[in-house]
């Protein structure tokens, strides 16, 4: 992906954001990282705008990718990770574009059918309304929205991590569909969104493959001949998500992931 002569943000730089930044740097874009925690060449939160201003010192992008998460977190702690950011990046940036990473769970799917962008958000919780506002924000600036499943990659995989553990599995029927999606795949769907504004705009899904619950044990037992634990996790404050989710408008971009489960589980094998 061809960067150069670009000046880049990258706002949270933990396991996506910092891969994220390394892609950009190594596509010749110029590359500054904000985040509260981790490694980055600011060190603070992106919804106090004096941090942005001074980051604007420093290196005026034209490009912001919003990569920040909670783990979990209350209302206001999404308020500070997502809403603030961009509402700070529309007051403090003109021209900029913005990708901002959200999340599918905003569908709310539970009974297993197929969601595209132009399905229904289901702001079923005050956390998901935060959320849909951030993403309001964004769109409203012409940026992007990716939404993003849950991610695995080097050294993280919560599935795969829990079965290995034998710690209670994930919850929901053996007839759960899940959506998965490895890290440097959503790096590569990232930067495909914010390098053609020419095409791309608004909502994309991103999501790299789906399976049902029982298939994907199924296949953990055959592969390292340990039976599944007994009981189930607690589901999350998002609930206990089963859908399909379908990213046709990202592949009409030219967009195809190059990572599936299977052979993630057979590399951490060894």
Not at 146 to 153: E, F, I, M, Q
Not at 201 to 209: A, I, L, Q
Request: contains cysteine.
């Amino acid at each position: 992906m061809k960067l150069a002569g670009h000046s880049v943000w990258v706002i949270g730089a933990g396991f996506l954001g910092s891969a994220l930044a390394e892609a950009c740097r190594n596509a010749g874009a110029r590359v500054l990282t904000i985040d509260p925690h981790a490694v980055a060449s600011l060190r603070g939160s992106a919804a106090d705008k004096t941090l942005l201003e001074h980051a604007r010192q420093r290196l005026q992008p034209d490009i912001v990718f919003c990569c920040t998460a909670t783990h979990g977190g209350s209302p206001d702690d999404y308020r500070q990770a997502y809403l603030a950011p961009v509402e700070n990046l529309a007051a403090l940036l003109r021209g900029c574009r913005v990708v901002f990473c959200s999340s599918t769970s905003v569908y709310g799917g539970r009974t297993g059918e197929v969601v595209t962008e132009e399905s229904p958000a289901r702001a079923d919780s005050e956390r998901a309304r935060v959320l849909l506002q951030a993403e309001q924000a964004v769109l409203e600036q012409g940026g992007v929205v990716a939404r993003l499943v849950p991610l695995y990659g080097p050294g993280r995989c919560e599935l795969l991590r829990r079965y290995r553990e034998g710690l209670p599995c994930l919850p929901g029927t053996p007839g759960r569909f899940m959506n998965y999606l490895h890290r440097d795949d959503a790096v590569s769907a990232l930067l495909l969104l914010a390098v053609q504004p020419w095409l791309s705009h608004g909502v994309y899904n991103v999501s790299g493959e789906n399976f049902t619950k029982g298939a994907i044990y199924a296949y953990f037992e055959s592969l390292f001949h340990i039976g599944m634990a007994a009981g189930e996790s607690a589901p999350s404050h998002r609930g206990v998500s089963d859908m399909q989710v379908c990213c046709a408008r990202l592949h009409q971009l030219g967009w195809q992931p190059r990572h599936n489960m299977l052979a993630f589980a057979r590399e951490w094998k060894g």
